[in-house]
């Protein structure tokens, strides 16, 4: 790309960047926007000659440009070509630094480039940027607690930033089917205090008389539900009392979990955060229970007979765990399904629907090439909804 190019900005820049904040941001959250705002703003108010003067601020817009025209919700497109011109110049302006001269704006910008990626259709990339995102974070040591000698904002903002890196790099994961490189047992960050932004100032965090909800809270919530499934994730044939264990953990989390951030059974799916979370909390759960589904389809697949099940208490706990293993894969289908219509125009992949729903429809196939539940007509039927789609 020609030097010439590089401080060239989109004519729409503010609504993209206006867009990231509305909606991108509060799913992970690694701003503290009243901070970072003026910033943002300072570059955009310059003359193009000068943006020079702030390389890690520009590349930070281009980013941020990048992830917002890749997923408008507005169903006008914008090519791939485009948005990744806009991750092109945002990785010009850091890659001759991008190796040494460690700071929190650098782990910003290449956690935002790996969501880009991630989302736009090369993970492979996605997962490099990625694992250099969170290496130069340890370098910073953002995954320990906060120095004391930094300002209120500066400490959420490394916190923030630490478990974004942590819940980007547990779901890439878990989809990619590979280690993870921020395993719970080798940080001590504390989570971000679960308060807006204006109640954070640099010499003091201002709490609420009573616990409200924050622009916080939905993220605190996934941190937690990634907790579980990070030790879902490293289960290999597990005995009976781990699944029954991890998901004793998981019913305790989804029964303190917000209104707000739940689907309801008949009421429009509207808000992607509800969305977004219900499937993550599918996934969670299908991957405590998958072991029984498996155990039944690995033996199939080596031609050995399967034995009748008894009656006997482990027997009928497998039984049950198989039935919320699948009964998840099938909310997950309904709730795909729920939003299919409005969904499937948004341009740029739509990751929630298309991972979630292979995952959904592969449990829901195992269970039925199994002799013993191939007439499972609801589970029929949802793998029918599932191909469809």
């Known amino acids: 790309m020609p030097d ?28 503290h926007i009243p901070s970072i705002l003026p910033r943002l703003e300072q570059v955009l108010n310059m003359d ?38 806009y991750y092109d110049r945002a990785m010009a302006l850091v890659g001759t630094t991008v190796l040494f001269d460690w700071s929190v704006e650098k782990v910003q910008i290449l956690l935002l480039g790996a969501r880009y990626l991630q989302s736009s259709n090369f993970p492979d990339e996605s997962w490099t940027l990625l694992g250099l995102a969170i290496r130069i974070a340890q370098g910073l040591e953002l995954h320990r607690p906060p120095p004391e000698n930094l300002d209120c904002i500066q400490k959420e903002v490394r916190k923030r930033l630490w478990y974004a890196c942590y819940m980007t790099d547990q779901l890439a994961s878990a989809m990619y089917g590979r280690p993870v490189s921020t395993a719970s047992n080798t940080f001590t960050t504390p989570l971000p205090e679960d308060l807006d932004d204006d109640r954070i100032s640099p010499s003091q965090l ?98 050995e007979r399967l034995t009748p099940l008894s009656d006997g208490l482990r027997a009928n706990m497998m039984q049950n765990s198989r039935h919320i293993c ?42 039925v090439v199994d002799p013993e539940f191939r007439d499972d007509k609801e589970a029929l039927a949802h793998l029918e909804d599932g191909m469809r789609m």
């Open 4 to 31: 010439a190019k590089l401080h060239d900005l989109p004519p729409d820049v503010r609504e993209l960047v206006q867009r990231y904040f509305d909606f991108h941001h509060i799913l992970t959250p690694i701003f």
């Open 48 to 85: 193009r000659t000068r943006r020079y003067d702030d390389p890690l601020i520009l590349a930070m817009i281009n980013m941020i440009c990048a992830i917002s025209a890749a997923h408008r919700r507005n169903g006008f497109e914008t090519s791939t070509v485009q948005t990744r011109k």
């Open 206 to 303: 201002l709490y609420p008389p009573t616990p409200t909800l924050s622009a916080m809270s939905h993220s605190i919530q996934g941190v937690k539900l990634c907790r579980i499934m990070e030790s879902a994730l490293t289960l290999v044939d597990p005995p009976l009392e781990k699944i029954v264990e991890l998901d004793e953990q998981f019913e305790a989390w989804d029964a303190q979990l917000p209104s707000a951030f739940r689907v309801y059974e008949h009421e429009p799916v509207l808000d992607d955060k509800k969305l977004i979370m219900a499937m993550r909390a599918n996934m969670t759960r299908i991957l405590i229970h998958r072991h029984s589904v498996v155990k039944s389809l690995s033996l199939l697949s080596r031609g």
């Open 326 to 367: 699948v009964r998840s894969a099938e909310d997950t289908i309904q709730l795909v399904g729920r939003r299919h219509d409005t969904t499937k125009a948004v341009t740029g992949p739509s990751w929630f629907n298309l991972y979630y729903l292979f995952n959904a429809i592969l449990i829901i196939a195992s269970h």
